[in-house]
């Protein structure tokens, strides 16, 4: 099993502590990924999407297809982190990445697991785990945050 890492700092995103911002990203499993290896995701595989900041929490998420991947494509979407419980579906289950472009699917205000969580002093991950390979989809993830102040 690889991880595969799409994630960025989010630290670069300027968001400031107590406020909400959102973070958003654009995967493209048939490119490169930053450290230079393929993007190409297999059910074997979880890929990290994005980096969540210390003492954060999901308020909404959602995934927007650009290109759908051509084939039967069902990806899970969630959260990991040393200071949570890792929930590999908790902001949203099931999402078919072979949908039209422009699909748009969300997690429901808060309903979903991972958006009942509140990240520690090591903030966390949204990560992705497929029920099968993708090599073509490209879609973006957006993920609304709110931040606390930092505890150290």
């Known amino acids: 099993m690889a991880t595969i890492n799409f994630a960025s700092d989010e630290a670069a995103r300027g968001f400031e ?22 993007a190409n995701v297999t059910t074997s595989d979880t890929a ?6 210390p003492y954060s929490r999901i ?6 297809i650009t290109t759908q991947e051509g084939a039967t494509a069902t990806a899970d979407f969630g959260i990991s982190g040393d200071d949570i ?4 579906n908790g902001l949203d289950d099931a999402v078919n ?3 039209s472009a422009g699909t748009l699917t969300r997690g429901v205000f808060g309903t979903d697991a991972g958006m009942a ?7 966390g991950l949204i990560t992705m785990n ?4 993708l090599d073509t989809a490209v879609f973006k993830i957006g993920v609304l945050v709110a931040r606390g102040q930092d505890h150290a």
């Open 59 to 64: 308020l909404d998420f959602y995934v927007e």
């Open 17 to 38: 502590a107590n406020k909400p911002g959102w973070y958003e990203a654009s995967i493209d499993t048939s490119g490169t990924v930053p450290a230079g290896s393929t």
């Open 85 to 88: 419980t890792n929930d590999p």
């Open 130 to 133: 497929v029920d099968n390979d």
């Open 48 to 53: 990290t999407l994005m980096k969540i900041a």
């Open 117 to 123: 969580v509140n990240f520690g002093a090591s903030g």
């Open 97 to 99: 990445l072979n949908a």
